[in-house]
């Protein structure tokens, strides 16, 4: 999973081991992703992507 700082384009989380490079992280550990999302919205980290929209069933 992808995740974004528009603030900080070199953030470091270091309790969470991960570095932003160019305002982007890649995220494969499910914890971490969690724990990254209730960041503080100052620093405006957020996920990017997420699950395709699903097909509507006829």
């Known amino acids: 999973m992808k995740f974004t700082s528009s603030v900080y384009k070199e953030l470091v989380v270091h309790d969470l081991d991960v570095t932003f490079h160019d305002g982007e992280a890649e995220i494969t550990d499910k914890a971490t992703a969690d724990a990254l999302r209730g960041?503080?919205?100052?620093?405006?980290?957020?996920?990017?992507?997420?699950r395709p929209t699903k097909e509507p069933t006829s």
């Open 39 to 50: 960041l503080p919205a100052e620093l405006g980290v957020r996920a990017v992507g997420g």
